[in-house]
């Protein structure tokens, strides 16, 4: 606890004298000689904000655009694949429906007298037509 307060304290001190390292030469300027460097230079929280965007910017551009883009490709890929096994068993769902809700047709003439004939034709294999087989 004490470390974690000891770098906290030096770390508030450095940068108030990063801050105020120049604050010597700031006090023996004019209002004139001040509003002419404000005026040439950007305020420092702009300065700032730009150096983060840019970091940010070369950061996304060199490291993490391939990966997070590689990502989410992986992604959508693994969540096309759940769609479509769950478009396959609706589909399947759907087919057993309709084979329940149609009623069988009734088997047209032909084939009602080709199972008539076959009914009464007895031929059976011999049990030496069986082994042949």
Do not use: N
Not at 9 to 35: C, K, N, W, Y
Request: charged share 25%; proline share 5%; glycine share 2%.
């Amino acid at each position: 606890m004490i470390f974690a307060f000891t770098i906290s304290f030096f770390s508030i001190v450095g940068i108030i004298g990063i801050l105020l390292r120049h604050a010597p030469q700031v006090a023996r300027m004019t209002d004139e000689e001040i509003a002419g460097v404000l005026q040439r230079e950007r305020p420092l929280l702009t300065q700032a904000w730009e150096y983060a965007l840019h970091l940010m910017r070369t950061t996304w551009q060199k490291y993490l655009r391939e990966k997070i883009y590689a990502f989410i490709v992986k992604k959508i890929s693994q969540v096309r694949i759940v769609i479509l096994r769950l478009e396959q068993k609706l589909y399947r769902f759907a087919a057993r429906l309709r084979e329940r809700t149609h009623a069988p047709k009734p088997p047209s003439a032909y084939w009602k007298d080709m199972h008539e004939w076959r009914k009464t034709t007895h031929w059976h294999k011999q049990p030496h037509q069986i082994e042949k087989d």
